[in-house]
């Protein structure tokens, strides 16, 4: 077996600026997110303007908000899934309520927020939630945490108002499961063909090369992805898990020049496409019998590894003790951001916090990037939020209406680039404390301005302060024990499928980790997923 050309203390510092400021095409369901977030806002408000109590809307938000979650899954994992984050959601706010109520100390309150933020941003990252991550989750438990009046009485009919809006999102997030029940599945099938057919594209027109590498990574990534939300999905998708197999098939040959599994670019965009359109999912073509084989070793692999994997989920707190370092980090830079904000004499310190717990991503150049776009972003924001106030205040009605406006385009700008979309996140958030009274607006400004960029210095230098060295030593120590299972007799019986399960697991799970950490150098993504098709073909033996 030969090394691997890991150095994991090399570091490799960059900070862009033209390409953190780059717009992306429209994400392909910008919309889902978008109208399900303004549609469970939208109840939520109309039915407290009807019942005179506009004061409960941050309580109300807690629950609908969470709308915005779970867009990329099944259904049946949508909806366990958005059960949770609405959980998640409540049990911050509770917290948050609870040290409003017991302390009128803003050092106190800023670390409880700070904490959660950590909390927050490690259970979500575990637990691969998803858009919008830990930031919502943080700025409705921060806000609360700061709630100027709250007595201990109230919370339980606070946190109350927020399980309604709660279960508000989850009927909205589930409703289009009964109009296309496979519909993420076949998005992320769809995605896949098409990253499998550009990186065929590229190959033929450009051979080797940077672009072809960047493609078949694409490909990979997106095959990946897909697997996930496919296996998600039950027993109930076999046509669609064949069609990726072939998707598979294709990402893996054409950059080493071999046939691609008897479909072209052509054949893949077209797949994609009849997917998209809900029409009947498309059957591959018989190809040759090497590949016919592979592919049928691919499918008994991996839903061997499916049937393997059905244990219980490690406890929250296993994986809290797993992520400590994330807690530490982001509640180390938010604390920061706070505390600096809070002895400046800012009004809203929570802002800062949510700030910090923002800017915090897998390595520097990429927080370095967020840092970035989030100032930008936030300036432009409250530029924004000066030319629109004046419109909200007409009335309750125009507030509402402006509130779920910015929240609809937020959706749609954000999958461009992050920073336009905070150009809409932040007037969204500084209306949202309109509901509570009227505020100058000169004020209003100068927080929001003075916490973005206290909390993303804070962020920022959280994440140069505290890299994990050993990302890449993780990747490394997996993927040679997987080789090395791949290799061995591992004999028959449950023993050998469950050491090679995990290997698969864990490999999976320490390049997740180590993408983009900037003290690690480049991960062998190739190697990655050659290993990982091979132990899918090994597993497939040993359940035979």
């Known amino acids: 077996m030969s090394a691997i050309p890991f150095h994991p203390f090399r570091p490799r510092v960059r900070m862009p600026v033209r390409a953190a400021l780059r717009l992306a095409p429209l994400g392909d369901i910008w919309h889902k997110p978008a109208l399900s977030g303004v549609t469970a806002l939208a109840v939520v408000l109309v039915a407290l303007l009807v019942a005179g109590r506009l004061d409960l809307t941050l309580y109300a938000s807690a629950g609908a908000m969470c709308a915005l979650y779970g867009h990329g899954l099944p259904y049946a994992a949508r909806g366990r899934a958005l059960g949770w984050v609405v959980l998640g959601m409540l049990a911050g706010t509770g917290v948050a309520l609870v040290t409003a109520a017991l302390t009128e100390s803003v050092a106190v309150r800023v670390g409880v927020a700070a904490l959660l933020a950590g909390v927050h941003k ?49 009927l909205v997030g589930m409703v289009p499961g009964l109009f296309r029940a496979d519909g993420p599945e076949r998005i992320a099938v769809a995605r896949a063909l098409e990253a499998a057919a550009r990186s065929a594209q590229v190959c033929d027109e450009r051979g080797g090369g940077g672009d072809a590498a960047q493609a078949r990574h694409a490909a990979a990534t997106a095959v990946n992805a897909a697997w996930q939300t496919v296996l998600r999905a039950g027993d109930r998708r076999d046509g669609l898990r064949r069609l990726l197999v072939r998707a598979e098939t294709v990402a893996a040959r054409v950059g080493h020049g071999e046939p691609g599994g008897g ?25 040759d019998a090497r590949t016919e084989a592979a592919e049928r070793a691919e499918l008994a692999g991996i839903a061997a590894e499916r049937v393997e994997a059905r244990r219980p989920a490690r406890s929250p707190l296993a994986l809290l003790a797993r992520w400590w370092r994330v807690v530490a980090m982001v509640s180390a830079g938010a604390a920061l951001a706070g505390w600096v904000s809070m002895a400046l004499g800012v009004g809203r310190p929570y802002w800062a916090v949510v700030t910090a717990a923002a800017v915090f991503a897998a390595n520097t150049t990429m927080s370095w990037s967020r840092a970035l ?29 402006a509130v779920l406006v910015m929240q609809f385009v937020t959706e749609a ?132």
């Open 263 to 287: 479909v072209d670019a052509g054949t893949l965009l077209a797949w994609a496409h009849e997917l998209r359109k809900d029409r009947p999912v498309p059957v591959p073509p018989a190809c």
């Open 373 to 401: 776009q989030r100032v930008i972003g936030n300036l432009l924001g409250v530029a924004l939020f000066t030319l629109i106030v004046p419109v909200a205040r007409w009335g309750a009605v125009a507030l509402i209406v």
């Open 413 to 544: 700008a954000i999958t461009r680039n992050y920073w336009l979309g905070s150009v809409f996140v932040a007037p969204t958030a500084m209306l949202m404390t309109e509901f509570a009274g009227f505020e100058p607006v000169s004020a209003l400004v100068a927080d929001r301005w003075l916490d973005t960029c206290l909390g993303a210095a804070a962020g920022l230098l959280a994440c140069v302060l505290l890299p994990d060295r050993r990302a890449s030593v993780r990747v490394r120590d997996g993927l040679e024990r997987l080789e090395r299972l791949v290799e061995e007799p591992l004999g028959e019986g449950r023993a050998g499928r469950d050491r090679l399960r995990a290997a698969l697991v864990e490999l999976r799970e320490a390049a997740d980790l180590a993408a983009g950490e900037w003290w690690s150098a480049t991960l062998p993504q190739e190697r990655i997923a050659a290993a990982e098709r091979a132990g899918h073909h090994r597993l497939a033996e040993l359940t035979a």
């Open 122 to 170: 490690a259970v979500c990252d575990a637990t691969r939630i998803g858009p919008p991550g830990n930031v919502v989750l943080t700025f409705i438990a921060a806000s609360a945490a700061f709630v100027p009046v709250q007595r201990l009485g109230d919370v339980p009919v606070h946190v109350g108002v927020g399980v309604a809006g709660g279960v508000v999102a989850w």
